[in-house]
C-alpha cells in the first residue's frame, strides 16, 4: 500500500518562507513523479511545481522563481521550498505521487500567508 504524507505548512506572514515535506512510502517504482498542487480557496486545484525521478522539474508560471522543488529518490521524499510568499498563496498544498499510470496523494497541508 502506497502512502504520501505532506508536512511543513503553517502560518508565516508575507515575504517569509516555509519548506514542505512529502513522505511517500511502500512499493514504488522508481520511475515516478512527485508533484505539488494546491487548492486556493474557490479554485479548482493547480499545479505548483513537479520533479522526476530522473531530475526533470516543471513550475508553474505563477511561481515566478519564488518556489524550489527538490527531492531524495532514496527515500522518495520531495520538497518545496517556498520563498517571498504572497497572500495569494495560501490555500492547501497536496503532494501527488505517480508512476506505473497510478497516482497516490497526500491529505494536504495548509499554508496560509499574513498581509
Known amino acids: 500500500q502506497v502512502q504520501v504524507v505532506e508536512s511543513g505548512g503553517g502560518l508565516v506572514q508575507a515575504g517569509g518562507s516555509l519548506r514542505l515535506s512529502c513522505a511517500a512510502s511502500?512499493?514504488?517504482?522508481?520511475?515516478?513523479?512527485m508533484n505539488w498542487h494546491r487548492q486556493i480557496p474557490g479554485n479548482q486545484r493547480e499545479l505548483v511545481a513537479s520533479m522526476s525521478s530522473g531530475g526533470s522539474k516543471y513550475y508553474a508560471d505563477f511561481v515566478e522563481g519564488r518556489f524550489t522543488i527538490s527531492r531524495e529518490n532514496t527515500n522518495n521524499t520531495a520538497y518545496l521550498q517556498m520563498n517571498s510568499l504572497k497572500p495569494e498563496d495560501t490555500g492547501v498544498y497536496y503532494c501527488?505521487?505517480?508512476?506505473?499510470?497510478?497516482?497516490?496523494w497526500g491529505q494536504g497541508t495548509q499554508v496560509t500567508v499574513s498581509s
Open positions: 501527488e505521487l505517480v508512476f506505473r499510470g497510478e497516482d497516490y
Open positions: 511502500g512499493s514504488i517504482g522508481s520511475l515516478n513523479v
